[in-house]
């Protein structure tokens, strides 16, 4: 059974980038049958989806995001990566990485999610 | 962008009624459209894709319909662990999700 797990800083201040990690067990990041999604979830509000990373580098953004963010994989290390730049508070949020199928687009891994706050 | 419009936004009932929460679609968006149900404190847990399609150890109790622009995630027996927050999700274009249905027990 796949497990992923999130870290990074929990505390970003506004008009920094915010920067997590995902580390897949059980699994390979380097799987060809899947993507690699970031979901976050701002406090008591609903689900965002942020964009995915193929194992070769491929990306998909949320054009709503799509400025501000960079997902990248890596594979050696069995893990993948959020950076979202010029945060505000509204960024606030539970940040999510899941396993991402493929036709259907269904997210059936979930991190366990981490709290990120921006504030100064 | 697809908008996801859920309705309702929460509801409470009784253990044992059928419960059954709407979602629909800006646009039509034919059967790319799955289901998930997050408990408080907890990520998400997949439950339906394809409209209708029970994931892999998910309760036969939720079932999942529609196509085109109208959905709907059916519980034929609600049970206290059922408690928690719907959302639909679709993936024709790009990919959003619903607002959410919170669930509780009468």
């Known amino acids: 059974q796949v497990q992923l797990q999130e870290s990074g800083p929990g505390l970003v201040k506004p008009s920094e980038t915010l920067s997590l990690t995902c580390t897949v067990s059980?699994?390979?990041?380097?799987?060809?049958?899947?993507?690699w999604s970031w979901i976050r979830q701002p406090p008591g509000k609903g689900l965002e989806w942020i964009g995915y990373?193929?194992?070769?580098?491929?990306?998909n953004y949320n054009p709503s995001l799509k400025s501000r963010v960079t997902i990248s994989v890596d594979t050696s290390k069995n893990q993948f990566s959020l950076n979202l730049s010029s945060v505000t508070a509204a960024d606030t949020a539970v940040y999510y990485c899941a396993r991402t199928a493929w036709l259907p687009l269904m997210f059936d891994q979930w991190g366990q999610g981490t709290l990120v706050t921006v504030s100064s | 962008d697809i908008q996801m419009t859920q309705s309702p936004s929460s509801l409470s009932a009784s253990v044992g009624d059928r419960v059954t929460i709407t979602c629909q679609a800006s646009?039509?968006?034919?059967?790319?459209l799955n289901w998930y149900q997050q408990k408080p404190g907890k990520a998400p847990k997949l439950l339906i894709y394809d409209a209708s399609n029970l994931e892999a150890g998910v309760t036969s109790r939720f079932s999942g319909s529609g196509s085109g622009t109208d959905f709907r995630l059916s519980i034929s027996s609600l049970q206290p662990e059922d408690i928690g927050t719907y959302y639909c999700?679709?993936?024709?274009?790009?990919?959003?999700f619903g607002g959410g249905t919170k669930v509780e027990i009468k």
């Open positions: 646009q039509d968006i034919t059967n790319y």
């Open positions: 999700q679709q993936y024709s274009d790009q990919v959003t």
């Open positions: 059980g699994g390979s990041a380097s799987s060809a049958s899947y993507y």
């Open positions: 990373v193929y194992y070769n580098g491929n990306t």
